[in-house]
């Protein structure tokens, strides 16, 4: 182009940038030609000067929680408009897995790094924070975070107010009679469940539910181990009429549970989840939850990024968003008479599990 016009490669570039210092009747000319040669700029060149990929790099634990597919299209949705792309690496929860992803990241040359639900340790964050990158937090803080100069005191962080959203849950279920409702945590190294966990605790105390310490167990935020709490929960002697579980994907493991044990939901027993991701709402299962706001979080992760792109001197922030109740069929006012249900012993559960997860064999004839 700039052989073509007459004029130098400098020129030409400052004027597809839309500078001041070309004239106005070279600019024009020039934008004439781009337009003539169908010409596209190139971000891997562009980036090799600026070091800028107009890209923000997203590491998450997993790809099978539909929680976080909804918080990427929200970020998504806000970069896009500002040109910029998404990618995305899964950890697996897996810290070498992690380590390896920020340092990708680094080297692609991205803008920013978001961290969805990750359990940082030490060496994480201080890798981190030394990257000289935009970081925000969803959902899980570093025990250090917000801590006079810890690594982790430039992130932003947003969530949903966690502790909220299960009272309100427990404040439901107290108003339908229930008084023995138990609890499936989520991982207690995250923050997030903590949160939720304190939630839990104090609603129950609050309003003077029975706080007996067997009716919280610990799972880990996926369908099997929501199965091994409920098992767990139902197996007591006197077991709870309701149980929370600190996400859907646990919930939904409760009902497997239940159905093993004969326990009709809601009739004998009431399920309630965090989270109402897609499924929660199809008609067969009719989960109550507590909505979290993904795609409203991932938006709101997205405009504090191009903030930041803006001005990256800013001091940083926490956004915590409400949570709603979605009440639907999962749950209903306590018994008259408990049922205590069928046993189902931890061996029964494993056989159950392993013979439902037995890879299916295909012939073909």
Not at 87 to 99: E, F, I, M, P, Y
Not at 234 to 261: E, H, K
Not at 294 to 301: L, N, Q, T
Request: proline share 6%; charged share 15%; net charge negative.
């Amino acid at each position: 182009m700039a052989d073509a016009l007459g004029v130098a490669p400098s020129t030409v570039s400052n004027a597809l940038h839309d500078k001041d210092i070309v004239a106005p009747r070279t600019k024009a000319r020039v934008l004439a030609m781009a337009r003539e040669m169908n010409y596209q700029a190139s971000a891997a060149a562009r980036a090799l000067v600026t070091r800028q990929s107009s890209s923000v790099g997203v590491i998450l634990p997993d790809f099978a929680n539909p929680v976080f597919n909804e918080i990427i299209s929200g970020l998504n949705a806000v970069l896009v408009r500002a040109g910029y792309a998404t990618l995305v690496a899964s950890t697996s929860n897996d810290g070498r897995t992690c380590k390896a992803a920020i340092h990708a990241f680094v080297k692609r040359d991205v803008d920013a790094i978001v961290v969805i639900s990750q359990s940082l340790d030490v060496d994480e964050t201080a890798q981190l924070a030394g990257c000289g990158l935009p970081v925000i937090l969803v959902h899980r803080t570093p025990a250090d975070w917000q801590t006079t100069h810890a690594p982790s005191s430039s992130f932003d962080y947003v969530g949903m107010d966690n502790a909220a959203g299960v009272r309100a849950l427990v404040e439901h279920l107290a108003a339908l009679g229930h008084r023995r409702i138990g609890f499936i945590t989520g991982p207690l190294q995250s923050s997030a469940a903590c949160e939720r966990t304190d939630g839990f605790r104090h609603a129950v105390a609050a309003l003077g539910l029975d706080e007996d310490p067997r009716l919280v167990t610990e799972g880990s935020y996926d369908f099997i181990s929501g199965m091994h709490g409920a098992r767990e929960l139902l197996s007591l002697p006197q077991r709870p009429t309701a149980v929370i579980a600190a996400n859907d994907l646990m919930a939904f493991g409760t009902m497997d549970v239940a159905q093993q044990m004969g326990l009709t939901v809601p009739q004998n027993l009431s399920i309630v989840g965090v989270d109402d991701v897609f499924f929660s709402a199809f008609p067969m299962i009719s989960l109550t939850t507590a909505r979290q706001p993904a795609i409203e979080i991932g938006g709101s992760v997205g405009e504090r990024l191009l903030e930041r792109f803006s001005n990256d001197a800013l001091c940083p922030i926490a956004v915590t968003l409400p949570v709603e109740v979605i009440v639907r069929h999962s749950t209903a006012p306590v018994p008259v008479i408990v049922n205590p249900g069928r046993p189902l012993s931890v061996e029964s559960l494993e056989a159950y599990l392993a013979s439902r997860w037995k890879p299916s064999t295909i012939i073909v004839a």
